[in-house]
Each structure stands twice: as C-alpha cells, then as structure tokens.
C-alpha cells in the first residue's frame, strides 16, 4: 500500500506565492516519477508538472512554465511545488501523484498509480 500526502494549499492574492509538498510512503514501491496534477471546478484534470526519479529532470506545462518550480529529496521520496506569479486562473485542487512504473513523458493522469488527497489552491484578484 502506497500512501501519497500533499498539503500547502491556501488562499493568496494575484502575484502571491505558495509551496505545495508532497510525500510517498508504502510497504515496497519503486518511485519511477512523482507529479502534480490541478483540477478547477467543471474541467478535466490537468498536468502540471512532473520529475523522473531516475534523473530528477522537472517537465512542466505550458501553463505554469517560468513560474512553478518542482523540486525533490530522493532519499525521502518528497517533492514540493514552489508556485511564484499566481495568477486567479491558477484556481484549482492541486494533487500529487506517484508513477510506480515507466512512461515516456509523465504528463498524463494515466501515468501515474497513486494519488494524494489534494490540497486546494485558491488565488484573488
């Protein structure tokens, strides 16, 4: 059993920063890449950005792109999103997730195994 805990979500204005964590935890897994994914109410689940283990090599969408840094501890199997120039359209559920097998990219919901509970990120005008 794969446990997966994100929290740092809030409430900031336009401009504001915040830090999402993450941490996985379980019996015996091999952590292949752990990512964050937003939802907004009334649209599909988004992907916005994801680290191999194997290299540490962040990828990031469009969207979040010179504003959002994802970084990691390894050893501890913990990420956490640095999230800078939040903007209101960056309203959304922001969950982790933890990949247990290979993919290509890492950039689809469909490439990962387990996923936190999700912590809700809230940005004003």
């Known amino acids: 059993q794969v446990q997966v805990v994100d929290s740092g979500g809030g409430s900031v204005r336009s401009g504001g920063s915040l830090r999402l964590s993450c941490a996985a935890s379980g019996c015996t897994f091999t952590n292949y890449a752990m990512g964050w994914f937003r939802q907004a109410p009334g649209k599909e689940r988004e992907f916005v950005a994801s680290i191999r283990w194997s290299n540490g090599i962040p990828y990031y969408s469009d969207s979040v792109k010179g504003r959002f840094t994802l970084s990691r501890d390894s050893a501890k199997n913990t990420v956490w999103l640095q999230m800078g120039s939040l903007k209101p359209e960056d309203t959304a559920a922001y969950f982790c997730?933890?990949?247990?097998?290979?993919?290509?990219?890492?950039?689809?919901?469909?490439?990962?195994?387990?996923w936190g509970q999700g912590t809700q990120v809230t940005v004003s005008s």
């Open positions: 997730a933890v990949a247990g097998r290979y993919d290509w990219r890492f950039s689809t919901a469909a490439a990962f195994d387990y």
